[in-house]
């Protein structure tokens, strides 16, 4: 077929082709450049996203080598061998079974499958099965309807949708190795620059763990649709300091005091948080409030967001997210308490001394 006998339709659709090429490659190197970018999967911070980022720049190695291979080919055979007009009509020679030709197109893929399985094979056995180091920071994640719990047994306390976790020095490695368990459907956890996705699955606990290199805050987001808010499901790991990190430990650790002086508005509003169902739904430890179907309040200040990211953690937003959460989040599982605008502005009060 010659360039001038194309018609206008399929030269449309070459360059419509043309187009969607470049506009894919100009994402690629957009990407490329942002790669201080907090969620970047061509920039890995931790031992396995950097793993499985290498695994994946050999397949794409190997793969477009045998692309540019047969298609070259291809073009070769389309454009040398094309039908010329003054061409012999008759039917060229037919040749069947080359022994050669069998053997060749049959052993060199199997020999290229067997490569990619074992090194496939290589990074999975590293990331999965790698031995915890002394200094291994536990952490339990549990994915609700849709936030993270996250329970910290080695220093006995539990908090909610911010992550932190040190900074792993590779002199002396110090891992988090996160046992993800799921309250109630499945959801998966996908911090792109800290390793791959893992499920959270009820009744089947997975794991997968991170040592990060560098200090910072790296986001993510539920990676597997779990109910109407899963898109509002975001991660936030914080990636702090062996300093910075124990001082946040300690703090996590201490617990409200029943006699910590509150002011008048803010006493009113721990009674009406104790005498209405936020108790049965949070905890604020050191207080008879114990619920787990929602976040662990005790610390609820020292977050920078609520709702599992979707908002800044202010007084404004404390108050419209109490009078009504499905402001935020239409069907979160967290009810509108038909509070007065008095009580609520009580209850907020009271929310904002949980340092
Ligand atoms: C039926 C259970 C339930 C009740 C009752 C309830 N909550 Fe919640 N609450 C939740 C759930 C679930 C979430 C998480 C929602 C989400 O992010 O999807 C939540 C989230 C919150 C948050 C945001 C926490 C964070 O760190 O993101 C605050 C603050 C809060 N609730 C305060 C209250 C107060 C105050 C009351 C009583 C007036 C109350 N809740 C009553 C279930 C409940
Ligand atoms: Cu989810």
Redesign the pocket.
Known sequence: MRIASWTSLELRHLLKLAGAWMLAARCFAQSGAQSSSSTNIFAPASTPADAIFGLSIFVLAVTGVIFAIVFGLLLYAAIRFRRRPNDDPREPLQIYGSDQLELAWTVIPVLIVIVLFMTSARVIHAVQDARRPKGTIEVVVIG????WEYRYPQYGFVT??ELHVPVSDPAHPTPTFLELRSADTDHSFWIPVLAGKTDLIPNHPNSMWIDPHGAGLYLGQCAQYCGT?HA??LLRAYVDSPAEFDRWVQAQQKTVREDTPLSPVALEGRR??NS???V???AISGTAAE?R???D?TH?MS?E????G?TP?TAAN?RR??QN?AAF?PG????S?N?TDKEVDE?TAY?LTLH
Do not use: D, E, Y
């Open positions: 609700h309807q849709f936030w909610a949708n808010q509002k499901m009406v948080f209405t169902a936020c049965n739904c949070h619920g179907v929602g976040p309040l609820l977050r967001t609520i709702a599992s979707v953690n404390l997210w109490v959460p989040k979160s599982l967290m009810p308490m509070l209850v929310l």
